[in-house]
């Protein structure tokens, strides 16, 4: 087999298991037989009313202003929307104390072409035939990344530490600084902050040791704040978008009510910067306008931030207490651990010593009308086998409130159930 078609093929295997959950899912959802389930498995956020009618808002200002036309019937440039660069720089500016100027602003069709671009400009291959490495600094991290690197072998992820709180059945992960490594062979470093799937938020000194070791070798840092403030501001502790000379800070508004439109949002050094964008011509020449156009209005405006803090903020956050309350009162005496729900949009469990697999535990929470996503797919890039990737499920706060804490019940009661089966299989065994 040629080497390109080779590298397809190990693309494919890569992405194989998250095809064939997503897909099994969908088949689930369309097939159901008439039973109704609790879907938490979703990415997509939910449209709240306040959120929706800001971008109506946006939307007709656009139609009424005079340059609706140049906005949709014009090709622009290829590093983004002007107007909206001026807002990123204006805004961030003003609210950081940074010293942005239009070159430091990339705006790209969603994030995670911004990742594609990225893993592929600094890492894989080079001329000489050296492999440089995407380093994720702490596993697990989005499942998307696994499938952005063009060179699958490039991509390198790293087992964090973990901080567990036995008596509240909580845990954290951390960066593990005794074994992470970026050297020369490092071709750029991506972590999400706060994180997809754990909702972990690394704290501001984690993250400046990390950009710390990779300056000296001129890696980029790229921090994907999809979940962070300003704008959709899903964090629920405090923590500070950090910004530096190898620091990329990648933003998306799929979060903040326009996952449609596809607007993602780099900003960092102004060489970084034009690497990408040299990237993003030859791949599509520039973003879609229209999105870029209403997320000048609501920006400039001031409403987008006001409504991230005062709207999506709290109300994601009034479900990450409903899922931690529920499964503080319903779980069985099992050695149960929450992750501590620092931000994003969902929350993340690991169940130690699972008597059986994380997608056999998924099988099981379906039969009783519950949706979740198996954990093992989100440890892309780790090489060495750890069985806590398959004791671990990706809950969705995108349900109601209600759907939840009736979820949450369901699954404690199939935790109970499968591990006294298992007390009871090993007894029996002993027994013969």
Same mark, same amino acid.
């Given at each position: 087999m040629k080497p390109a078609l080779t590298q397809l093929g190990n693309q494919m295997t890569r992405l194989t298991g998250v095809r064939a959950i997503m897909k099994d899912i969908a088949e689930t959802l369309r097939s159901g037989a008439g039973q109704d389930f609790i879907n938490l498995s979703a990415g997509n956020p939910l449209i709240l009313p306040e959120v929706e009618q800001l971008w109506r808002d946006c939307t007709a200002d656009l139609l009424a202003s005079a340059e609706y036309g140049d906005v949709v019937c014009r090709y622009g440039a290829s590093q983004g929307y002007q107007p909206l660069i001026d807002a990123i720089v204006q805004d961030f500016n003003r609210r950081y104390g940074l010293q942005l100027t239009e070159r430091n602003v990339l705006i790209t069709p969603g994030s995670q072409s911004l990742y594609f671009y990225a893993t592929n400009a600094f890492g894989g291959y080079t001329e000489s035939g050296t492999l440089k490495k995407v380093v994720l600094p702490l596993s697990p991290d989005y499942t998307g990344y696994g499938g952005v690197a063009l060179a699958p072998d490039s991509l390198f992820a790293y087992k964090p530490s973990l901080d567990i709180d036995t008596a509240a059945h909580r845990f954290k992960y951390r960066p593990n600084f005794s074994q992470l490594t970026i050297a020369e062979d490092t071709g750029c470093v991506l972590f999400s902050r706060p994180c997809n799937p754990t909702g972990n938020v690394l704290t501001d000194d984690e993250v400046q040791?990390?950009?710390?070791?990779?300056?000296?070798?001129?890696?980029?840092?790229?921090?994907?704040?999809?979940?962070?403030?300003?704008?959709?501001?899903?964090?629920?502790?405090?923590?500070?978008?950090?910004?530096?000379?190898?620091?990329?800070?990648?933003?998306?508004? @799929?979060?903040?009510?326009?996952?449609?439109?596809?607007?993602?949002?780099?900003?960092?050094?102004?060489?970084?910067?034009?690497?990408?964008?040299?990237?993003?011509?030859?791949?599509?020449?520039? @973003?879609?306008?229209?999105?870029q156009a209403i997320a000048a209005r609501a920006i400039n405006s001031g409403a987008l931030a006001d409504i991230a803090a005062q709207v999506i903020r709290p109300f994601y956050q009034k479900k990450v207490a409903i899922v931690e309350t529920t499964l503080d009162q319903a779980m069985p005496a099992?050695?149960?651990?929450?992750?501590?729900?620092?931000?994003?949009?969902?929350t993340w469990l690991w169940l130690k010593d699972l008597p059986i697999t994380d997608w056999e535990f998924y099988q099981e929470l379906k039969q009783v009308g519950v949706i979740v996503v198996p954990g093992s797919s989100f440890f892309p890039g780790l090489h060495e086998d750890w069985e806590h990737t398959r004791q671990c499920v990706r809950i969705s706060l995108t349900g109601s409130d209600q759907e939840l804490e009736i979820a949450m019940q369901r699954l404690a009661a199939v935790v109970e159930r499968v591990y006294q089966q298992s007390i009871i299989g090993k007894q029996a065994v002993v027994a013969s």
């Open positions: 040791k990390i950009a710390a070791l990779a300056a000296p070798h001129h890696v980029p840092v790229l921090i994907d704040s999809a979940y962070a403030p300003p704008f959709p501001a899903l964090n629920f502790t405090e923590m500070t978008p950090l910004f530096g000379e190898n620091i990329l800070h990648c933003m998306s508004l @799929s979060k903040a009510g326009l996952p449609g439109e596809r607007i993602g949002i780099a900003i960092g050094n102004e060489q970084l910067i034009q690497v990408l964008e040299c990237f993003q011509t030859n791949m599509c020449i520039h @973003s879609p306008r229209y999105g099992v050695p149960w651990f929450l992750h501590r729900g620092e931000g994003a949009i969902f």
